[in-house]
C-alpha cells in the first residue's frame, strides 16, 4: 500500500455521461498530480494542486476538472465523456513540489461504452 | 519542455541474469531529475530509483542502479540478478527544475524467463 488512496478502482459509463474520481494523498503530502495513461498517449501529465491551489496544467481537456479540498484530497471531473476517455487515471502525492519524485495511488480505469 | 526516449519495446531475460534499459533523455534545464518506475500488470506506478543530475556518483537501490552518463544524456536502468517478479512495465522519466511534473516514456516491457 503506497499510501495515496484512490477510488473507484473500476468505473464503467457511458458516452456523454459525467464521473468524479477521488484521491486522497499520503498523510503529510501537500501536492497532489493527477496523470492518464492510454494505450496512444502514454503517460500524461494533467495538472497539479499544492496545498488547495493550483500550481501546474498539463495536457487537460476543458471537459476535465479537478480540485483540492482544505482536507487535502482530490478530485478529477471528468464530464462529456468520450470513448477515448478510456483510460488508467492515477493520483499521485508529494510533501513539497516533487523535488525527488513522488507516491503514485493504484489507479482508477475508467471505461466508456 | 522535456522529452524522454525509451526505444525498446520489450526486453526478454533470463532469471538471475542482469538486464539493462535504455533511456536517453533531452532537456534544455542546468538541473534535473530522473527517475524510473515500474508497473506490473497489476497496474500500479511503483518508484525505484531517482538520479539528480548534479548528483556526482551513479545511484543504487538494491538490485537496481542507475547508469547516468550526462554527457549522453542517458539514463539506463540496470536490473541485476531478474527475478520472475520483475516482469513489468519500466518507465523512465525526469522532472525539470522549475517544473514539477515528470515528463515520461513510453516504457520497456521486461519478461523474466525460469
Known amino acids: 500500500d503506497s499510501g495515496v488512496t484512490q477510488t473507484p478502482k473500476h468505473l464503467i459509463t457511458a458516452t456523454g455521461q459525467r464521473v468524479t474520481l477521488r484521491c486522497s494523498p499520503r498523510?503529510?503530502?501537500?501536492?497532489v498530480y493527477w496523470y492518464q495513461q492510454s494505450l496512444d498517449q502514454g503517460l500524461q501529465f494533467l495538472i497539479q494542486?499544492?496545498?488547495?491551489?493550483?500550481?501546474a496544467k498539463g495536457n487537460i481537456l476543458e471537459r476535465f476538472s479537478a480540485q483540492q479540498f482544505p482536507d487535502l484530497h482530490s478530485e478529477l471531473n471528468l464530464s462529456s465523456l468520450e470513448l477515448g476517455d478510456s483510460a488508467l487515471y492515477f493520483c499521485?502525492?508529494?510533501?513539497?513540489?516533487?523535488?525527488?519524485?513522488?507516491?503514485f495511488g493504484s489507479g482508477t480505469r475508467l471505461t466508456v461504452v | 519542455a522535456q522529452k524522454i526516449t525509451q526505444t525498446q519495446p520489450g526486453m526478454f531475460v533470463q532469471e538471475k541474469e542482469a538486464v539493462t534499459l535504455d533511456c536517453t533523455y533531452d532537456?534544455?534545464?542546468?538541473?534535473?531529475?530522473l527517475f524510473w518506475y515500474k508497473q506490473p500488470s497489476s497496474g500500479e506506478m511503483i518508484f525505484l530509483i531517482y538520479?539528480?543530475?548534479?548528483?556526482?556518483q551513479n545511484a543504487t537501490e538494491g538490485r537496481y542502479s542507475l547508469n547516468f552518463q550526462k554527457a549522453r544524456k542517458s539514463a539506463n536502468l540496470v536490473i541485476s540478478a531478474s527475478q520472475l517478479g520483475d516482469s513489468a512495465m519500466y518507465f523512465c522519466?525526469?522532472?525539470?527544475?522549475?517544473?514539477?511534473?515528470?515528463?515520461f516514456g513510453a516504457g520497456t516491457t521486461v519478461t523474466v524467463r525460469a
Open positions: 499521485a502525492s508529494s510533501v513539497g513540489l516533487g523535488e525527488v519524485g513522488y507516491t
Open positions: 498523510s503529510g503530502d501537500l501536492s
Open positions: 494542486y499544492y496545498n488547495g491551489e493550483e500550481r
Open positions: 532537456t534544455s534545464d542546468p538541473s534535473y531529475g
Open positions: 538520479q539528480g543530475s548534479y548528483d556526482q
Open positions: 522519466a525526469m522532472r525539470g527544475a522549475n517544473d514539477y511534473k515528470l515528463s
